[in-house]
């Protein structure tokens, strides 16, 4: 059986989104996903987390944040979207500790 067209997008972003993830350009990863509305490819779960890690391993987390708010509107468990959001924050306000302290210095 043959998958329709747009299911081929779908795939084809969501893989170059986490290439790029994985690559640490969070830039194009997000540029990609952002793509996906304007070239009518709908987004999901899977695609909405991999452009948050990409967010998050580039330190955009205002950023991450925004996109898991967006997630939560598509209708994602909130059990999911609150964990995350805990996670994203924790890693922030420790990052925040850390510059803190080095300037102390």
Known sequence: ASWPASEHRHITYSVAILVYQKDE???NALQLFREMTDGAVG?????????ISACESGEQRVQALQLLGELAGIGAPS?????????????SAMGTGIAALSRDD
Not at 79 to 91: A, G
Request: proline share 0%.
């Open 25 to 27: 350009q969070w830039v």
């Open 79 to 91: 059990h999911h979207v609150q964990r995350r959001s805990h996670r994203i924050r924790n890693v």
């Open 43 to 51: 987004r999901d779960t899977i695609t909405y987390n991999v452009a």
